[in-house]
């Protein structure tokens, strides 16, 4: 039987190798992908805890999760398809107009 | 080994490399796709954990509809490779690109350092001695549905008026103008 | 030494995979010869008596085929998209219960249900592996490199994407009705009659429901006359156009089988499951299999005789039409449950 330790430390890896995307990848799909990567650790984390301690709580906000995700995804790839629609690249290094 | 250890074993190898390949490989048709082969392994984690509602919504909401939704504008905008800009600015960049490159590795080997300390730290937490005293159940999907129209039920309203909000939202931002209608269509 | 009711269990697995093989063979057959006769001509009478051997005929000829890939085709994807279609559909069986209990006579000590898993959250589980069908489809149309497959794709997978709503809504008045996720409990719900002589099959109850569930599950199984995406008139084949041989053989029985699910399911929510006035509770995967091909005969009736929708009627109709008044019955349904009580 894996103990939380197990969930926790799987939870842990997935969300640095989200955070490593985040940084390191230089197109904007990628980079909603590694958040989503990201919002995935947490879920399996906060089921973990749930079922260790006995609640459902744990599921529950998972599920209001897995929705928000949903949410900042579809606008996240609106903003990207607009942004598109401007500058015909997907590399995030090309939209520097803000930079002081 | 147990065969309950055995499955998380698999479904968190499958997790981590199809995550490391999501990241690490190039074409942005993969990614997707390798992050759906990492949906299903943690779905699966998620029955182990008894709790397989919340697996099932997974596969329909996240890896059958999100994903479905990435796939689609990584077909509309159809750039194959990971494409370096070829205006100036690129070049101006990319000394400061290197070393943003250089900070994000930094970040993500520190995070990770941290996160060994604390698991380390923590290391009673969790065993099935300390864990004994709770007693774990399988929760049904009339219990959670109950929990979640009675204790959760603002966040639930909430949470609608959210997607109401997204759905606006990125319909407006993603929408070609009403201005831009062909004379020819009524 | 494994238990006798782990080989049965395993038993059941391999009947369960080598039947669903067979009905897509069969339906290639019941095809042909429904839509013979409907236009009043023969249909195939050549090969063995009857035809019946002309499913075997097909499946010789499409393995002895070439094999063919476009070169601008993606290696990966052009290979994986009708395995990942194929295995979308027959992995939706998994769940689908076709008998009562049984000790097979005796050989078993204890019974087990005819089915492969019975989880608690069945109904879910159906839904969420055919919307993982939608997948084979995007990426064929999109490996193939070239504009009919991918046009037909994306129309075929907005489509089913769109018809989900309105199956999860119908699914969702059901089970209401029987206050249970377990596709198991549903059809034990509807055991027994009224006066004597009416089945309390849930049909009765929900008529909207399963004309809502019909209508979507012919739209997702992309079935006439919500076939535009892949009608030979308008898109030369649609997302298979590019795929030869043994692919092309893949996508066409993953879309037989996709049909039989929801037949399948459909009987288990709406028409009682292996319920059924004569025979004994063992001997109800009979009715079960009758219940299907009445299903499996109205989609073919209905491919032959209604003309096909064009591809924006379509889509304004499961949206602007089909959805409200889901989500009609889905509230009426509800009130109904309170006031009555179940």
């Given amino acids: 039987m894996a103990s939380l330790n197990h969930y926790l430390i799987l939870s842990g890896v997935i969300f640095t190798i989200g955070v490593a995307g985040v940084f390191l990848r230089r197109n904007l799909i990628t980079i909603l992908l590694s958040i989503e990567v990201m919002l995935n650790a947490v879920n399996l984390s906060f089921i973990a805890f749930g079922h260790f301690q006995g609640s459902a709580d744990g599921q529950i906000i998972v599920f209001f999760v897995i929705t928000v995700a949903a949410a900042e995804a579809a606008v996240g790839l609106a903003l990207v398809i607009s942004l598109f629609r401007h500058v015909e690249t997907l590399n995030p290094d090309a939209f520097r107009q803000l930079r002081g | ?186 | ?342």
Avoid: C
């Fill in chain 3, 1 to 342: 030494m494994p238990s006798a009711t782990l080989i049965a269990q395993l038993g059941i697995l391999g009947f369960v995979f080598f039947m669903l093989l067979n009905s897509a063979a069969v339906m290639v057959y019941v095809e042909r010869k429904v839509a013979a006769k409907i236009q009043q001509r023969m249909g195939p009478t050549l090969v063995g008596p009857y035809g019946m051997l002309q499913p075997l005929a097909d499946i010789i000829k499409l393995v002895m085929k070439e094999d063919l890939r476009p070169k601008a085709a993606d290696a990966i994807l052009f290979a994986a998209a009708p395995m990942i279609a194929a295995t979308a559909a027959f992995s939706a069986f998994a769940v689908v219960p076709f008998g009562a209990s049984t000790t097979f006579w005796g050989l078993l000590p204890e019974p087990i249900p005819l089915q492969i898993a019975d989880i608690n959250v069945a109904v879910l589980f159906v839904f969420a592996i055919t919307s993982m069908g939608v997948y084979g489809i995007v990426l064929a149309g999109w490996s193939s490199n070239s504009k009919y497959s991918l046009l037909g794709a994306l129309r075929s997978s907005a489509q089913m994407i769109s018809y989900e709503l309105s199956y999860g809504m119908a699914l969702a008045s059901v089970l209401l009705l029987a206050g249970s996720l377990s596709l198991r409990d549903i059809v034990n719900a509807q055991a027994g009659t009224w006066l004597g002589f009416i089945p309390r099959w849930f049909v009765f109850l929900q008529p909207v429901s399963f004309f809502i569930f019909m209508t979507a599950g012919v739209a997702e199984t992309n079935r006439a006359p919500f076939d535009f995406p892949e009608a030979e008139q308008e898109l030369v084949a649609g997302y298979h156009t590019e795929y030869s041989s043994m692919s092309f053989a893949m996508f066409f029985m993953a879309e037989y089988i996709n049909m039989v699910t929801v037949s399948a399911v459909a009987t288990d929510l709406f028409l009682g499951g292996w319920h059924g006035p004569f025979l004994p509770e063992s001997l109800g995967w009979i009715w079960f299999l009758l219940k299907v091909s009445a299903i499996l005969f109205f989609y073919v009736w209905m491919r032959w005789t209604l003309p096909r929708y064009r591809y924006d009627q379509l889509m304004k109709f499961g949206w602007k039409v089909l959805l409200p008044i889901a989500v009609a019955n889905m509230l009426l349904t509800a009130a109904g449950v309170l006031y009555f009580g179940v």
């Fill in chain 2, 1 to 186: 080994m147990e065969s309950s250890l055995a499955f998380f074993y698999v479904f968190a190898a499958v997790a981590v490399v199809s995550t490391l390949l999501v990241i690490a490989q190039p074409n942005p048709i993969y990614s997707v796709l390798l992050l759906i082969t990492s949906f299903m392994a943690l779905a699966g984690l998620y029955v182990l954990l008894d709790a397989p509602f919340v697996a099932v919504t997974q596969i329909i909401v996240y890896a059958g509809a999100i994903m479905v939704l990435f796939l689609f504008v990584v077909m509309l905008l159809n750039v194959a490779q990971e494409e370096t800009v070829s205006e100036a600015e690129a070049a101006s960049a990319g000394a400061s690109s290197g070393a943003a490159r250089g900070f994000g590795a930094l970040l993500a080997i520190a995070m990770a350092l941290e996160l060994i300390w604390a698991l380390n730290r923590s290391r009673g937490i969790g065993t099935a001695a300390s864990v004994a005293g709770v007693t774990r159940q399988s929760w049904s999907v009339a219990d959670i549905g109950r929990t979640l129209f009675t204790n959760y039920a603002f966040a639930f309203e909430a949470t609608s008026v959210l997607i109401l909000v997204a759905m606006i939202g990125s319909i407006t931002l993603a929408g070609r103008h009403l201005a831009e209608k062909k004379p020819w269509r009524r």
